[in-house]
Every structure is written in C-alpha cells, then in structure tokens.
C-alpha cells in the first residue's frame, strides 16, 4: 500500500495492538511517538500520509496536536484521526474544529480504527 503512518499513543500495550492490526491489513511503513511533543516533531520532519493521535497525550491533547500539525505542515498537511476511549458527541466536533479527517473510539478489535483507515487511505 506504501502510505507512511504516524501513530500517537502514549499507552504501550494500545500502540501494539493497533501497529500490529494495522501490519495485518497490508500498512507496513509505520512510526510511532508517545506524547505530542514528538509526535508533532515526527509529523512535521516524516511526513506522513496519516496521523492517528489519541485524544489523552503528555504534553498536550490530541485535539491541540491535530491543530498544530495541521497548521504548521504548510499547503499539504497529513490525514488525521483521532481516537479516544470514551466516544463523546462533544469530542467529534471538537475533532472537526481541530482539522480531524475523522474521530473513533478505540476497540480491543480496532474495527472503527481500521475502518476510519481505509476510509481515508
């Protein structure tokens, strides 16, 4: 498929899981960061396809994230998604507002993850 993808999360086992269903559906080139400082800091120099942020970050929120990478990748900024644990109508648009491509919960399945990739890929 050959689209680079740039996963922030900050909980470990949460960034297996969704890296390794994400190998499972053909997306091999995948780089991850594990709090907004870095994951912007990734964005802006590896420029990927995709960004998948969570919502709960050190450093920041992955609304403020989506926001800052968005407004500082220039005239062609990368497809984001956030995703959250708890699904919060108030959350979606604040995702929007913030440049979000799409917003989903997180699954033990990553179904709405997958799903939202494909969507945008």
């Avoid at 979000?100 to 993850?113: I, M, Q």
Wanted: glycine share 8%; aromatic share 4%.
């Amino acid at each position: 498929m050959g689209k680079k993808i740039l996963i922030i999360e900050d909980t470990e086992d949460d960034l297996i899981i969704i890296m390794r269903y994400l190998m499972r559906a053909g997306y091999a080139d995948i780089i991850s960061a594990d709090n907004a400082g870095d994951g912007v800091r990734k964005a802006l120099e590896e420029k990927p396809d995709l960004v998948i942020s969570d919502t709960l970050l050190p450093g920041s929120s992955g609304f403020d994230v989506c926001a800052q990478i968005k407004e500082r990748s220039g005239g062609s900024p990368p497809k984001m998604i956030i995703m959250t644990g708890s699904v919060d109508a108030v959350d979606a648009v604040k995702a929007r507002r913030a440049g979000a491509d799409d917003y989903c919960a997180k699954a033990s399945d990553c179904a709405p993850l997958l799903a939202a990739v494909k969507k945008i890929m």
